[in-house]
């Protein structure tokens, strides 16, 4: 069962690929632990993009893509995997699944998780408020300013691949502004209507 996680920034991609792992039983993959470990591991990959990561450039797409290629090649992964925030581009989609056509492979369901900016932005400004009151940390990346760029980046970079894979008929729509546990439940269902 391979996975595709797809919504904008604040969406709760990584709170419902947690919970796929736990239904599936497959491994969640982020393409910067990935990047990290090739780094930490020394490997082939690791070595060529360790001074691009410590310099805080952008690892270019046909390294991203080996490394996603050579995590998924590994025996916990055999049974599938959730990636979430990867693909990030068409271009990284249209290279990924050449890639995996090649090897016999194929994204089986891509679940993209529908919320409203204006939500999302509400909530986030709601979410570093209660921090402050609560005399909590509050997240850098909580403000209006920066989730407003990276929904920006998502829309512009990110969210031409659901027409894409639309029309490949493996992506289903959830409302991501549910409950967690509805979204989940939503989620899982439907993974189950892409299997028949």
């Given at each position: 069962?391979?996975?595709?996680?797809?919504?904008?920034?604040?969406?709760?991609?990584?709170?419902?690929?947690?919970?796929?792992?736990?239904?599936?039983g497959?491994?969640?993959?982020?393409?910067?632990?990935?990047?990290r470990?090739?780094?930490d591991?020394?490997?082939?990959?690791?070595?060529?993009?360790?001074?691009?990561?410590?310099?805080?450039?952008?690892?270019?797409d046909?390294l991203?893509?080996?490394?996603?290629?050579?995590?998924?090649s590994?025996?916990?992964?055999?049974?599938?995997?959730?990636?979430?925030?990867?693909?990030?581009?068409?271009?990284q989609?249209?290279?990924?699944?050449?890639?995996?056509?090649?090897?016999?492979l194929?994204?089986?369901?891509?679940?993209?998780?529908?919320?409203?900016?204006?939500?999302?932005?509400?909530?986030?400004e709601?979410r570093?408020?209660?921090?402050?009151?609560?005399?909590?940390?509050?997240?850098?990346?909580?403000?209006?300013?920066?989730?407003?760029?990276?929904i920006?980046?998502?829309?512009?970079?990110?969210?031409?691949?659901?027409?894409?894979?639309?029309?490949?008929?493996?992506?289903?729509?959830?409302?991501?502004?549910?409950?967690?546990?509805?979204?989940?439940?939503?989620?899982?269902?439907?993974?189950?209507?892409?299997?028949?």
């Open positions: 069962m391979r996975i595709v996680l797809l919504g904008p920034p604040g969406a709760g991609k990584g709170t419902q690929a947690k919970r796929l792992v736990e239904e599936y497959i491994p969640h993959l982020s393409t910067g632990d990935m990047l470990a090739a780094v591991a020394d490997t082939g990959i690791g070595r060529k993009v360790k001074d691009i990561m410590m310099n805080g450039g952008l690892v270019p046909q991203v893509i080996a490394t996603v290629i050579e995590r998924i590994q025996a916990d992964a055999g049974r599938g995997f959730v990636l979430d925030g990867f693909p990030r581009t068409m271009a989609a249209v290279s990924f699944d050449k890639l995996l056509d090649a090897e016999g194929a994204i089986d369901h891509v679940v993209e998780l529908k919320a409203d900016e204006t939500v999302l932005l509400n909530r986030i709601a570093a408020q209660e921090a402050r009151e609560q005399g909590g940390a509050v997240r850098a990346d909580d403000n209006h300013e920066t989730l407003k760029i990276r920006d980046a998502y829309n512009e970079q990110t969210a031409p691949l659901v027409d894409y894979y639309r029309s490949r008929n493996i992506l289903r729509t959830v409302d991501g502004l549910q409950p967690v546990e509805a979204v989940a439940c939503d989620v899982v269902s439907a993974i189950g209507q892409g299997d028949r």
